[in-house]
């Protein structure tokens, strides 16, 4: 049966009241609870008892009141089972609460969502494709708190949206335009359903809302102004009709995974941001011998592609003529050609100061970022940040800043004036891993040889590494990965982990040590080949700034079944096997390593989902040999893993993947953000909700309509314990 208890959220809306106004948290719950007895469970979902009403609320302790926990030295939660049902299925002993999807209100004057493709006002409503997010404390007079765990700020990445033959069809009321021209208007809702939210949330005991009338909550959109800082500020490469001097740029986009810095940021990774864009197919004649025209190919841009939604012919002005990177105009100056190179960076934003703008860090490179994950900030040491390139054949990254870290910082009374210190200058490089389980970060600066000399790619200045950074990897030679995406610090040893997802491209003649499966699986009658389930590699450095690491891969995914001499090399069983490993983070509480899942190969037995792990330390396994053909490759694998060190804690809806992870600094609530559940559903069947191939959350009983939502839920202890013990 379902292990799940999802709840309703207690947002306010519509049914809970007859009065215009935003309600209390205490009137919202206490208007739900005493209308329905109980909280009432979704289609194909086990319903809860509820707590009983604002009096119950009043008397139950919050969780800012209770110490904090120990790390978890156990996982104390029965692992769940694969799943192919539309809920969220989560452990018994456990229950969960959407709180926040697309389209949900984000002001006062915004009306609640009818989510049947009418509802316009994006750029003050949630966006889609919830991602990656961080939590950042309020206290109670809504002030910044490291401590804070019943109130707070969420902030999350809208990465994308569901879409079919260019259109965003879910948000359009009859699946919009198929064919170019787009219509505006389908446009401008697109274009402000992506980039990022600042929702404040507030919990009593384990009930938990989101606050519509937040003075805190932002979107950030892809119409926001943003700086340019780094040393690609100024470049002419960065040079479009909008930023004459390439000192701002508008908006982010594609926006994966996360991170928070040191001193208390948030920071956003740009990802396939490429797709996006339109070349007209003369656009390289047009640019003659400009450099770019190999850049632009290296970053998957060629002459005469489609872009990904077709924004460029929505119209003339600006806003449409910008996702036009043709050379066009007499300058760079007159039209569109570099607006590309305007993203693809790390972004960050003070999520408690909406005054101060998104600031674009090139100094960390441009690529597909997933997150930036940092090093424990060590007192007079560099601040050393690690990130992955996700995109097949792509490379794993590590920034140095040039400033030492200053402990006054970690409560700057300017944040981003700390993000200018410490991420604006410094230095980037770039993995190469050894056969020997050693690597090496190559240094990617005109100090480097290689690089100021290079044939491959003409780099005038720190300004061309910063913008075409790709090209600067392919230069030294890097390592070439399956994917490399999340990133995260293990906070008990300081080694870090990078998700390897997959890479359909990975060919016995290219496996390596890092890399090294490539095989056959079936999924029903289909063939996939390369590495089809992924793995998870992990470094140990001395010191974060060192030029040299250690490294094994501490997870190899694979299905339970499959051959334990050459796919299942973890020995995964039913209760912990998996595919395409995305998302990983640490609790900084618990210590506990949440994995996500974000899957194709395996979605004919389960849907996507999220274990936790309680990791060992790099070389606690040894060497496998594999063998290709006439080749045999010798690579560096961690431990076994056992339903001790490795449990299934969630799986999610049809369709959908299992994206970002924070939790309250004690452990005891979890948000997780689940993303685009039913995206296998056909455009043509946008009004037929008996063809969805997911109506989630809709069948869990929040908000109108059936078409399906990302949307972020909370997941608590029934007891009021911690998260996975």
Request: a neutral charge.
């Amino acid at each position: 049966m379902p292990h799940d208890n999802i709840r309703p959220s207690a947002q306010f809306n519509d049914e809970d009241s007859n009065r215009s106004g935003n309600p209390t948290f205490d009137e919202v719950l206490a208007t739900r609870l005493s209308r329905r007895g109980l909280l009432r469970g979704g289609m194909g979902v086990a319903g809860a008892t509820a707590l009983g009403g604002a009096a119950a609320l009043a008397g139950c302790a919050t969780a800012s009141q209770a110490p904090l926990p120990a790390a978890v030295n156990v996982l104390g939660f029965t692992p769940v089972a694969k799943s192919l049902a539309d809920v969220v299925m989560i452990p018994p002993g456990y229950s969960a609460q959407v709180i926040y999807a697309l389209g949900d209100p984000l002001t006062a004057t915004t009306p609640a969502y009818r989510n049947d493709g009418t509802d316009t006002d994006f750029g003050n409503r949630a966006g889609d494709h919830h991602d990656g997010m961080e939590w950042f404390g309020l206290d109670a007079q809504g002030r910044p708190s490291d401590s804070a765990t019943a109130r707070g700020l969420l902030v999350i990445n809208h990465e994308a949206t569901t879409d079919e033959k260019l259109s965003s069809f879910f948000i359009h009321p009859t699946g919009g335009t198929a064919t170019l021209p787009r219509p505006a208007a389908e446009v401008d809702k697109e274009l402000m359903i992506h980039g990022l939210a600042v929702v404040e949330v507030e919990g009593r005991g384990r009930q938990w809302a989101y606050k519509p009338a937040s003075p805190l909550n932002r979107r950030v959109t892809t119409m926001t102004e943003a700086a340019i800082h780094g040393p690609a500020r100024g470049s002419e490469h960065l040079v479009t009709k909008y930023s004459g001097d390439a000192t701002k740029c508008r908006g982010t986009l594609n926006n994966c995974g996360t991170g928070k810095t040191p001193w208390g940021t948030f920071v956003s990774g740009e990802e396939n941001w490429y797709g996006y864009f339109f070349r007209d197919a003369k656009d390289d004649d047009a640019r003659k011998k400009d450099k770019q025209v190999q850049a632009l190919n290296r970053y998957g841009r060629k002459a005469g592609a489609a872009s990904r939604h077709g924004w460029e012919s929505g119209g003339s002005a600006d806003t449409y003529a910008r996702w036009n990177n043709s050379a066009i105009g007499a300058s760079a100056k007159d039209d569109f050609r570099n607006e590309m190179n305007s993203f693809g960076y790390i972004v960050e934003i003070d999520p408690y100061d909406k005054s101060q703008a998104l600031r674009k860090r090139t100094a960390l490179g441009r690529l597909g970022h997933e997150n930036a994950t940092f090093a424990r900030a060590v007192a007079g040491q560099p601040v050393v940040a690690y990130m992955g390139d996700d995109a097949r054949g792509e490379y794993i990254y590590k920034f140095v800043s040039a400033a030492k870290w200053d402990p006054a910082d970690a409560r700057p009374a300017n944040r981003l004036g700390a993000g200018d210190k410490y991420l604006d200058k410094g230095t980037l490089y770039v993995a190469r891993f050894k056969a020997d389980g050693s690597g090496e970060w190559l240094e990617l600066s005109m100090n480097n040889p290689v690089i100021a000399g290079s044939s491959y790619f003409e780099f005038k200045n720190e300004a061309d590494i910063a913008v075409f950074t790709r090209l600067a990897a392919d230069a030294v030679g890097a390592t070439k990965m399956d994917r490399p995406e999340w990133g995260g610090v293990n906070p008990k040893n300081g080694e870090v982990y990078i998700t390897l997802t997959n890479n359909s491209a990975r060919t016995p003649a290219t496996a390596d040590a890092a890399n090294p499966r490539a095989y056959a699986d079936m999924k029903g009658s289909k063939e996939q080949k390369g590495n089809v389930n992924g793995h998870i590699v992990r470094l140990a450095e001395k010191q974060p700034a060192d030029a040299a690491f250690l490294w094994d891969i501490y997870l190899f995914a694979a299905q339970a079944d499959a051959d334990k001499a050459t796919v299942n090399l973890s020995s995964l069983s039913d209760e912990n096997d998996l595919s395409s490993p995305d998302g990983l983070v640490f609790s900084k509480a618990t210590g506990v390593c949440w994995i996500q899942t974000d899957d194709g190969a395996y979605t004919d037995t389960t849907n996507c989902m999220l274990l936790a792990a309680l990791p060992g330390q790099r070389g606690d396994g040894g060497s496998k040999t594999l063998k290709h053909g006439e080749r045999s490759v010798t690579t560096h694998a961690g431990k076994p893993q056992t339903s001790a060190t490795l449990k299934r804690f969630l799986v999610g809806p049809k369709g959908a993947e299992i994206t970002g992870i924070t939790e309250t600094p004690d452990g005891r609530a979890i948000f997780v953000n689940i993303q685009h559940a039913g995206e296998n559903t056909k455009m043509s069947d946008v009004n037929d909700p008996s063809k969805y191939e997911s109506q989630w959350p809709a069948n869990a009983g929040y908000g109108a309509g059936k078409r399906p939502r990302s949307a972020t839920i909370v997941v608590t202890k029934n007891d009021g314990g911690v998260i996975g013990s």
